[in-house]
């Protein structure tokens, strides 16, 4: 049956913002500068300056982000990578289309990050760069993490595409690394109206190389100084960010308001753990249950959306098994594939309907 309580809501989300929405594409539109226009520009300006880093470069996708980081850095065939073995498949995609070797790490119990702990044993000659997953929408460990690459010359990326507008100690998401890149899919806590990435950094270097990059490697017009790609994102997905950026705190508040209804009221379950100096930004809100199939079956019936992300470990999905190196043993990624649950959280979910969620749960579980 068709779930009447959605894990997304676009139509609802956007109806009140329409007519900015409308005005800012018409705006594209008289100006006609669809690529790199004015809008490019302001939102790459808003975002750094609302992270606390130099350089905001917008792209096409989070994916194409994560390659133009690894590009920039001159990533390739006999490097190795380090990056969790549970999460969304586009790190270990954006490694090997570059001919490096991904390397899977396990994550942390409760957080779901990646684990300082396996990192440590992964690290050796050829290790290059570690990719850390804010998973759900909560920083990774970066200051344990960064005690681990300070001295030895590797690089450390944020893969944020699920926590922006997170912080860790006071820091946002965005800011952690040596590069941070982060995705405006719909569904993310800043979603665009499209695909839509962004890599921050403040190292004046990474960030000249990250714009020749996402423009062909040109340094000008016809001037090509370095292999690039088109990762442009286009004047009328920024403007529509830019809509939504304003919007932004008012959405983040409510996610993190229905997160707290949910650990409230399904207080006893095994609900997300949230690092005491992490503010997160709910991204996802992921329970680990046992029975989730059974679960999962009887909110559908109830007219309840659920969602698992994700059902296999990166080891374990055909494409990527036989190309990888990997920690002698992932318990913690390998548990939460087969436990995690994703529950309705989304700035347009009515208190109303989140009750309906938490009652038939508890019914269920309590």
């Known amino acids: 049956m068709a779930s009447d309580i959605a894990m997304f809501d676009a139509p609802a989300l956007h109806g009140p913002l329409l007519a900015e929405l409308e005005a800012a594409a018409a705006a594209v539109f008289r100006h006609g500068r669809f690529i790199l226009g004015p809008e490019v520009a302001e939102l790459e300006t808003r975002l750094a300056d609302y992270v606390g880093v130099r350089h905001c470069i917008t792209c096409g996708s989070g994916t194409t982000a994560l390659i133009m980081a690894l590009m920039a850095l001159g990533i390739g065939p006999g490097d190795e990578v380090i990056l969790p073995a549970f999460t969304f498949a586009a790190p270990i995609e954006a490694v090997l289309l570059l001919g490096a070797t991904p390397v899977l790490a396990d994550i942390e119990a409760g957080t779901h990050a990646l684990s300082p702990a396996s990192v440590a044993t992964l690290i050796g000659a050829r290790t290059r760069a570690i990719i850390a997953v804010s998973l759900y929408g909560q920083p990774a460990d970066f200051p344990a993490l960064q005690a681990l690459t300070r001295d030895r010359g590797i690089a450390l990326i944020e ?203 508890t019914d269920m579980l309590g």
């Open 159 to 361: 893969d944020g595409a699920q926590s922006f507008g997170s912080t860790l100690t006071g820091v946002r998401s965005g800011a952690f690394g040596d590069m941070s890149c982060s995705s405006f899919f719909p569904t993310k806590p800043l979603g665009g109206c499209g695909d839509g990435g962004a890599v921050f950094t403040s190292d004046d270097a990474l960030a000249t190389a990250l714009r020749e990059i996402r423009d062909h490697g040109q340094t000008e017009k016809y001037r090509h100084t370095r292999l690039g790609l088109n990762g442009r994102l286009d004047s009328l997905a920024c403007a529509a960010l830019l809509v939504k950026f304003r919007h932004f705190p008012a959405h983040l508040q409510r996610r993190q308001q229905l997160a707290a209804r949910y650990d409230q009221g399904l207080a006893g379950i095994a609900t997300p753990v949230v690092r005491a100096d992490a503010v997160s930004a709910y991204g996802q809100y992921c329970l680990e249950l046992d029975a989730r199939e059974s679960v999962r079956e009887a909110l559908a019936r109830a007219g309840i959306a659920t969602a698992i992300h994700y059902p296999a470990c990166l080891h374990q999905q055909p494409a990527f098994q036989s190309r990888c190196l990997r920690a002698a043993a992932l318990p913690q990624a390998e548990r939460l594939a087969w436990r995690g649950l994703c529950l309705p959280l989304h700035p347009t979910l009515s208190d109303s309907d989140q009750d309906r969620v938490i009652a038939t749960l």
